[in-house]
């Protein structure tokens, strides 16, 4: 017999929305035609690769060494680890050694063992919404508790809302800039504002919260906006990332935790954190890809495309009458709900099914009264679904 607490969770209706939906739309795809179906429901990047990334590819799958496929240590390979601390180092500016890197299955299977790292039963990690939907399980995954905390109408940071979320359960915070779902980058004052609220609550109580910064976006952004840097100013500070989006590479699971070398307990952490991928079943970072970031991670990638995509969309919003949040980075659209569906997101997405759109419900983002646009998809698709958003606007 199945876990009871799985299967409440598989059969809720807000379980995997985002993934029904994608499945949901090759049905859709295969019964009006693909051209006919205006899916926006996934993020999956449609970019190809940067060719810097296939050359490694073709490099990598020539070795024929002996034991090239093989274990390494957990941690990962150590030309891999002192290439992500050089990339680390460059976009925290604060040096990062090799020894502060452990390779991870993507950014999810990084957040799992920092999380499991982290936590003790019943603790609780602060988050503030709307977020990745996956938190929640995430986090209880490791037998903690979510706190969800509100952000401010632009969705910007409320670190008021933090200091008040704060007691002796919280053991981090998690910030993901850019944000999925709305694309808000969080300044430079957020952060600080955020690492002098935690920085007092240490002070006063001795525990001093993680910020993990979820940051597999931090490459795309716009309007030559950039990511804030936290380890310059708070020092329990770690970075969970991946190749996921900036690459194109969701499928590869290639990613990695970095930790701030000030950090009051890295010796403690790092061997916690390496500990938990091999309990986790991960047991090492895939090595091929391990080899394939070694050697491309400091490609120049265009995204230019993603902002494009973003301006059409704003624009067909703009004519359909929709409100939305103007992204900053990543290739989401967060939507509101129209007047007269009383904030019911679930209800207005599956109402766009019947224009053969397909949007994911904020309500699994924290996010109710909104749904969300991944434009990581062709800009005819975008362009077709003009008339549809429209009606779907106007008509109940």
Avoid at 203 to 211: A, F, L, S
Avoid at 257 to 276: G, Q, T, V
Avoid at 333 to 357: C, E, Q, R, S
């Amino acid at each position: 017999m199945v876990s009871k607490y799985i299967k409440e969770l598989v059969e809720s209706p807000s379980a995997g929305v985002i993934r029904k939906m994608f499945e949901e739309g090759a049905v859709l795809k295969q019964k009006y035609g693909a051209d006919n179906v205006y899916d926006f429901s996934l993020g999956n990047p449609d970019l190809d690769p940067p060719e810097k990334v296939v050359q490694a590819i073709q490099k990598v799958a020539q070795d024929t060494t002996h034991g090239c496929h093989g274990y390494m240590p957990n941690a990962g390979y150590p030309a891999a680890r002192d290439a992500m601390a050089e990339k680390t180092s460059k976009e925290q500016g604060v040096s990062v050694p090799g020894s502060n890197i452990i390779m991870s299955v993507g950014a999810a299977g990084a957040l799992n063992a920092t999380l499991k790292a982290l936590l003790n039963p019943g603790e609780e990690v602060i988050v503030p919404c709307p977020y990745f939907t996956e938190y929640d399980h995430y986090i209880h995954n490791h037998n903690g508790e979510i706190r969800r905390v509100s952000t401010k109408a632009d969705f910007s940071l409320d670190t008021d809302a933090v200091a008040a979320a704060l007691n002796e359960k919280t053991a981090a915070v998690i910030i993901n800039s850019p944000n999925n779902p709305t694309g808000r980058i969080y300044s430079d004052g957020d952060i600080s504002a955020l690492a002098a609220v935690l920085t007092a609550f240490g002070k006063k109580t001795g525990r001093y919260p993680y910020i993990i910064c979820d940051e597999p976006y931090r490459a795309i952004t716009y309007g030559e906006k950039k990511v804030a840097s936290v380890f310059p100013v708070y020092e329990n500070a770690v970075v969970v990332t991946s190749f996921a989006k900036n690459l194109s590479l969701p499928g590869e699971r290639i990613g990695y935790i970095a930790l701030n070398p000030a950090c009051r307990e890295s010796h403690d952490f790092l061997a916690a954190a390496i500990f938990a991928t091999r309990v986790l079943g991960y047991v090492n970072a895939p090595a091929f890809f391990q080899k394939v970031v070694t050697e491309s991670w400091n490609t120049a990638c265009d995204y230019s495309l993603y902002e494009k995509r973003c301006k059409l969309l704003t624009e067909i919003m703009d004519y359909a009458g929709f409100k939305y949040a103007q992204p900053e980075g990543a290739f989401y659209l967060f939507v509101k709900v129209p007047d007269g569906w009383n904030d019911d997101d679930m209800a207005f997405t599956n109402h766009l099914k019947k224009y053969n759109i397909l949007c994911a419900p904020g309500s699994g983002f924290g996010g109710k009264g909104w749904f969300r646009i991944a434009y990581c998809v062709s800009e005819k698709t975008i362009r077709s679904s003009r008339e549809a958003f429209y009606k779907a606007a106007h008509e109940k």
